[in-house]
């Protein structure tokens, strides 16, 4: 987990990005926060994407409950929803370094499909955790 020098001092973590449920719909969707917690999560599948295909997997489209995601998890709880935050972060603390081996794996002529793959299943898996938050 990635932390900030406010985290270490006792405040709560940052959540400017993650919508909050006191705002109207019409003002989720217009604002900052949202935009912020839905580029973060567009900017995590485009990683996948790259992912998707060092494993030899077709890259999924972002539509439907993919892109819908930020909308779904805006009109949840507080704790859901900083619960979601802190998920995104740490799928992309695994993805950031995972994809970097992968690249030094491809880089020095070997096969990166096997890692890439179990890199994809971790990836799946903990997307569908955050997901389920917002059911």
């Given amino acids: 987990m990635r932390g900030t020098a406010s985290q270490s001092a ?61 909308r779904r998890i805006g009109r949840a709880s507080d704790a859901q929803r900083d619960l979601a935050w802190q998920s995104l972060e740490d799928i992309e603390a695994m993805m950031e370094p995972g994809l970097a081996a992968l690249d030094t794996l491809n880089g020095r002529g070997l096969l990166a499909t096997a890692p890439a793959l179990a890199l994809w299943r971790e990836f799946y898996r903990a997307r569908s955790a955050v997901m389920a938050l917002a059911n």
């Fill in 10 to 70: 006792g405040q709560p973590p940052d959540r400017s990005g993650c919508p909050t449920k006191a705002q109207s719909a019409a003002e989720r969707a217009p604002s900052a926060p949202s935009r912020g917690f839905a580029d973060k999560w567009k900017a995590l599948h485009q990683r996948a994407g790259e992912l998707a295909r060092l494993a030899d997997l077709s890259p999924e489209k972002f539509d439907g409950p993919l892109a819908a995601f930020p």
